[in-house]
């Protein structure tokens, strides 16, 4: 008996409905549930990180801010007076050291001299030489004598202490000397400056009685000392005002130099600084001696009747009135030092 093949039975399709409601189902339950559970969960997560996070910010950063500042204000605070007590510490042993030091390492008498405020080097070794100073009660003559700072100095029976360094730049009038004490004379330019501080000052070379204009004083005995010797080249410029016309001859011969008692002296440079009176010439020299200018023209014949200086080592009397006086900046002084006034 032949038995014919059944048909396969196709399908069910059911189990694709229900797989295809499954899946729908499933994906409704899991995809809805999922946006729904993911939304929740964002507004869970989300929500309470934010205001976790936020909490937490506030929580952590502020008492971090405040720790941090704490910290800031604990550690910063205290290493900055450990440091400064370290530097005390470390840096007065070394101060006193150094002003030890300096105290037992001698100098020359002339310049301890100078830094007392009692005169230039120059002028100083005449006093040593003259007998004038003592130290520790003994009369010095010797040049080249040192002594140490804890020496007693003495001149003429007064004590000699080194004081600060004073630089004063005066507008001399005219009718006052340059020296330091003139019995003969009714003022002096420390007349003008006794205002001007407490240490014992002295002039950086000299002008006449009759002669104007720009000043030094100081107790800086080294840069007086190199401010008044040619070598240095501390220019002077003067304004002249003569009886007469000058001539350019003259004004030639000055240049190329003129011979007095006491050498040759020649001018650096020489012009009229007003073109319609040659009665007034400016004339730039760096010769310290005295009344030089007044005798290189009394030597050509000519008489001055007024003299003032107007600028000397690169210092000026601008917008400083006569009998006027004023203390140099430290750029000035640092330039003197360094010889930039050449």
Known sequence: MTMEKMPAEPPKRRSAKP????????????????????????????????????????????????????DRKRNVRPAARTFAGGQKRNVKPAAKNAARQAAEEPVRLNKYIANSGVCARREADELIKDGYITVNGIKVTEMGHKVKLSDTVEYKGKKLVPGKKVYILLNKPKG?????????ADATVLDLVKDATTERIYTVGRLDKSTTGVLLLTNDGDLAGKLTHPSYGARKIYHVFTDKDVTRHDMEAI??????????????????????????????????????????????????????????????????????????????VSMLKRGIYK
């Open 255 to 332: 240049v190329g130099g003129v011979t007095l008692e006491d050498g040759t002296i020649s001018a650096d440079a020489i012009s009229y600084p007003d073109m319609e009176d040659h009665t007034q010439v400016g004339l730039e020299i760096h010769s310290g001696q005295n009344r030089v200018v007044r005798r290189v023209f009394e030597k050509l014949g000519y008489h001055v009747r007024k003299l003032d200086r107007v600028s000397f080592a690169g210092l000026t009397k601008k917008n400083l009135q006569r009998g006027h006086w004023r203390h140099l900046t430290d750029k000035e």
């Open 19 to 70: 797989a295809a409601e499954k899946d729908a189902g499933d994906r409704k339950r899991n995809v809805r549930p999922a946006a729904e559970k993911d939304a929740g969960d964002r507004k869970r997560n989300v929500r309470p990180a934010a205001n976790k996070d936020a909490g937490d910010r506030k929580r952590n950063l502020r008492p971090a801010a405040e720790k941090d500042a704490g």
């Open 176 to 184: 006052y000397v340059t020296t330091v004490k003139d019995p003969h």
